[in-house]
């Protein structure tokens, strides 16, 4: 930069980390897709967020939205936990190296999260299910994992009867404050 142009300021400037995050405002988590079915087929006792690994047109598809994870649950297997079962639509300007949609996901914890939810998939019977797909501030996929225990047909009778009781009590709230 030159004397002339460093007094008029027309010069190349450099960004530096703090000018570049004072205007950028704070992007709070995004949703892409919920197991909803797994609330009503598990009683969820405790959940975590965990990593996934991902390939390059996997995370540009779950970006998009197009991530199912209907028919999905993780497992754990020599030591490593995977994700099963979740269907990542390929990316339509993906070419030869587009990904498989249906491939085993490797799962990012640590290692005493890994043995803790083994031993408690062993000796309890509960089940890993992924519960919620959601982008972070910082641009990850992350995936909230429940530890969950599968529930009787008698369970589910009383959680849709105990929702019905709910609603309707709500109701009548809402028509009595009306009056």
């Known amino acids: 930069m030159t004397g002339r142009q460093a007094r ?3 010069g190349r400037r450099r960004l ?3 000018s570049c995050s004072e205007g950028a405002a704070a992007i709070p988590d995004k949703t892409i897709a919920m197991n909803r079915r797994a609330r009503h087929e598990f009683a969820i006792e405790s959940s975590m967020e965990v990593g996934i690994v991902l390939s390059g047109t996997e995370i540009k598809s779950i970006r998009a939205g197009k991530v199912s994870l209907a028919d999905a649950y993780a497992r754990i297997d020599k ?3 995977w994700l099963i079962g979740v269907h990542i639509a390929p990316w339509e300007a993906g070419n030869r190296y587009n990904h ?3 491939r085993d996901r490797k799962l990012l914890l640590h290692r005493g999260q890994i043995d803790q939810l083994l031993g408690r998939t062993k000796a309890k019977g509960l089940t890993l299910v992924p ?3 959601y982008i972070t501030e910082r641009g990850k996929a992350k ?3 429940g530890l969950g225990r599968g529930k ?3 369970d589910r009778r009383r959680d849709i009867a105990a929702r ?3 609603r309707e009590v709500e109701r009548e709230l809402a028509e009595a404050s009306r009056r």
């Open 164 to 166: 019905e009781a709910r």
């Open 131 to 133: 519960l919620k797909l």
């Open 79 to 81: 030591g490593e936990a």
């Open 8 to 10: 008029r300021g027309t």
């Open 143 to 145: 995936l909230e994992l």
């Open 100 to 102: 498989e949609p249906k």
């Open 152 to 154: 009787q047909l008698h």
């Open 16 to 18: 530096t980390s703090r």
